[in-house]
């Protein structure tokens, strides 16, 4: 494909399409309407008609496609009747004055010749049968004229849809691709790391994309792959759309840049063909990244009732989506970088090795996370000197990188109302009410006592996974709230093919660990502890149901692996057994409980420092555990946490 279908910012303007169509559609009217002046005749009756003939004013009849009978008259009729109309050199009529629909043709020759006959005109009339006369305008006016009027409103309206992304807008554009290309020649981002704070690991994994795609040898020289996909994940506001930007400016390769929702029309087809465009011109410019913003709007999971009908062409877009990864190999030089807050509604299929098989988790900021990008937003701020970034940082919890710009913004904006000549620290904290204000209503904000149960509820998971031989060890408890929940920890899991009871046990204990230290320190417990409660039922239901983990319904197993058996509405055991699993699945919830109570109670001192720590610093990791409670005496290899190559898993838990 050329290249000029993908739009260079700031290049020419295109010359306005609009105006052909606006051209297009006078002419076409005028030649409707002179179509129409050109024979602006009487119908007649075949009594008018008679009478016509009778009177012999007739010059000519012309029988046109056996329907009409156009009647021309002679000098006599037409100063009798048009005055005003000069007869040709021949005495007729230079236009046909009357027409005549006609019914029967053989009745109507024989009334014409009858007619003639008995009065006996001079010059008698024959009729001249004229085929397809007015064919060619007929059809213009009846089947190309509302055909092309109608093809011409579709492209202004197709323009109109077009129109913010593409200069042009034509029809046979509609399947390209409307990607922005940045590349040598136009840097029109001059966004680089250094306007992204924080995000280090972020940026040392896609720091290595682009050294994947300039010197590929030195990875494949070994004989491993170059990922294809990269997908950055991260709740709204905290700069994945702008680290990509980054990219763009940093990485000194060819940057093509759309947005998810850009492949997305109403007509059936062109998303699929915008996809293969692009790849096309992609490949055409290897070395090079393709950023893909909002990617959700394409890669939501596919219906799976075909039934259903669903999205077909979003489908179609995303199955396109998926084949172009598959097809260019990993060595091509095209790596595609995507950008989702919505991780958890993509289809699994773009997940899957080969394709976006890399995940960059673009989280909240910490609080040195703040601090810095407070640096960032505040470098053109004209500001006072009793601003402390230090200070702002703790008083934004639970702020994206989106929101604290907005409070460096709408400092400004109110300093300047006040027109001070600089930003003052006050300016700064009625930002932060105003801000918090408009959030409130998104249910994001902590205030210091929910914040205080929270590190406690996390601090509780902590000290019990901690102390429990079997449990997962800890690597990062936070309390900034991700998404729906409000603190998070990672554990990180063994790799183990095989589970002991006393394993999925004391996994259970350090999960009900949350709720157990609100218990013993606030001597009440939350709603806080939902996404937990879910996780040890269904943990407790599968040992007693599924592994045959429970003394009372012994070695059964209702598991049903083939998944034909709906079990939903026949269960595979009496009444009595399940009364059983019941009675047995509260019994081992309630045991983990009791006996998290009683590490928490016994350890109450290391919990209480544990939260302390984690309300000051909002993120903590396993050697500050170690500080507190001491190694685990069962860890010999200290360091396998960092040498094992396990993902860590995440533990959300849900507010309200
Ligand atoms: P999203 O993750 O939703 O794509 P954006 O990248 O669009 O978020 O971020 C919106 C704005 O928030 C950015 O333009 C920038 O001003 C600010 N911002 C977000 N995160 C950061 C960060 N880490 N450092 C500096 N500014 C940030
Ligand atoms: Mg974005
Ligand atoms: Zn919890």
């Not at 009529?93 to 029967?104: A, K, M, Q």
């Not at 699994?348 to 988790?361: C, E, S, T, V, W």
């Not at 609080?367 to 009793?386: P, Q, S, Y």
């Amino acid at each position: 494909m050329e290249e000029n279908n993908i739009k260079k910012p700031g290049g020419k303007k295109r010359f306005n399409f609009y105006w052909i169509y606006v051209i297009l559609t006078v002419i076409l009217f005028g030649v409707y309407f002179a179509g129409r002046d050109e024979a602006p005749q009487e119908e007649v009756d075949l009594g008018q008609l008679i009478e016509l003939l009778q009177q012999g004013e007739v010059s000519k009849i012309d029988l046109i496609n056996k329907e009409n009978a156009e009647i021309y008259l002679n000098e006599k009729g037409l100063a009798k009747r048009f005055p005003e109309v000069k007869a040709d050199r021949k005495g007729t009529s230079p236009t046909p004055n009357y027409t005549y629909r006609i019914g029967s043709l053989e009745r109507f020759e024989e009334t014409v010749e009858r007619v003639q006959q008995e009065s006996e005109v001079a010059h008698p009339v024959y009729i001249n049968n004229v085929q397809h006369k007015s064919w060619g305008w007929e059809l213009l006016l009846n089947l190309l004229l509302p055909l092309i009027l109608l093809v011409v409103f579709w492209m202004v309206l197709m323009r109109g849809m077009g129109r913010g992304n593409m200069g042009g807008g034509q029809i046979f554009n509609i399947g390209k691709s409307k990607a922005q290309l940045f590349d040598k020649d136009n840097v029109p981002v001059n966004v680089t790391f250094k306007d992204v704070a924080g995000l280090e690991e972020a940026k040392v994994e896609i720091i290595e994309i682009v050294d994947f795609l300039k010197n590929p040898t030195k990875y494949t020289r070994l004989g491993g792959k170059i990922p294809k996909g990269v997908l950055l994940v991260g709740p709204p506001g905290t700069g994945k759309t702008l680290l990509a930007k980054s990219v763009a400016g940093e990485a000194n390769v060819p940057f093509f840049s759309i947005s998810g929702s850009d492949f997305v029309e109403m007509f059936v087809g062109v998303g699929a063909s915008r996809v293969r465009d692009l790849f096309n011109n992609a490949k055409q410019k290897a070395p090079c990244i393709i950023f893909i913003d909002e990617i959700d709007a394409i890669g939501r999971a596919r219906g799976k009732n075909p039934m259903n009908g669903g999205n077909d062409e979003r489908e179609s877009t995303l199955n396109q989506l998926l084949t172009e990864m598959d097809g260019f190999g990993t060595n091509s030089g095209v790596i595609v970088l995507a950008a989702t807050n919505r991780a958890d509604i993509l289809d699994k299929a773009l997940m899957r090795a080969g394709r976006f098989d890399r995940q960059i988790y673009v989280e909240l900021p910490d609080l040195i996370g703040r601090k810095e990008i407070f640096e960032v937003h505040m470098r053109n701020l004209k500001l006072a000197a009793d601003v402390d970034r230090d200070f702002l940082a703790k008083q934004t919890p639970g702020f994206s990188g989106a929101d604290i710009a907005n409070v460096c913004n709408e400092a400004a904006l109110m300093a300047a109302r006040k027109s001070k000549d600089e930003i003052g620290k006050q300016d700064f904290l009625d930002a932060i009410d105003r801000i918090i204000g408009g959030l409130e209503k998104k249910n994001k904000i902590i205030t210091a006592d929910e914040k205080k149960v929270i590190a406690f509820h996390e601090a509780g998971h902590a000290t019990t996974s901690w102390l429990l031989q079997y449990a997962h060890p800890l690597v990062k408890v936070t309390i900034v709230p991700r998404g729906k929940s409000l603190g998070a920890a990672w554990y990180l899991p063994e790799e183990r093919q095989i589970t002991t009871k006393e394993q999925l046990y004391h996994e259970m204990v350090a999960t009900m660990g949350g709720r157990a230290a609100e218990q013993v320190v606030f001597g009440q417990i939350s709603t806080g502890a939902l996404s937990d409660l879910e996780k040890v039922t269904k943990q407790a239901f599968a040992m007693v149901t599924y592994y045959g983990l429970d003394e009372e319904i012994g070695n059964l197993s209702y598991y049903d692996s083939t998944g034909q058996q709906d079990y939903a509405l026949t269960k595979p055991y009496s009444e009595k057994t399940a009364e059983v699993i019941d009675q047995q699945v509260s019994k081992l919830v309630e045991k983990a409980y009791h006996e998290a109570l009683d590490i928490l109670n016994s350890h109450r001192d290391g919990l209480t420092q544990l939260a302390n720590q984690l309300i000051e610093k909002e993120v903590i990791f396993g050697e500050d555990l170690e500080h507190i409670f001491g190694k685990r005496p069962w860890d010999q290899d200290t360091n396998q946490p960092e040498a094992s190559n396990n993902e860590p898993t995440t533990e959300n838990h849900e507010g309200q």
